[in-house]
């Protein structure tokens, strides 16, 4: 699997893809996007790191990105 960064907008969408794909419990994430905030006002720019797991033969995380930042 492949995440381009420049196009991840932090939406949580392969986040909450996984977890219903996968029916983990309450508080369970194998999916999560880490956001950063850096920079002082006016000029702060957000970032955002997808960590998936990778183990999935069909992940559910790719289809549903409206970016296409994730894909395998």
Known sequence: MVIDLRKCIGCQACTIACKVEN???PG???NIVKDQ??????MVRRTFLPLPCMQCEDPGCVSVCPTGASYK
Request: charged residues 15%; without cysteine; proline residues 8%.
């Open 23 to 25: 029916s983990t419990g």
């Open 28 to 30: 369970i994430f194998w």
């Open 37 to 42: 905030e850096s920079g002082k006002y006016p």
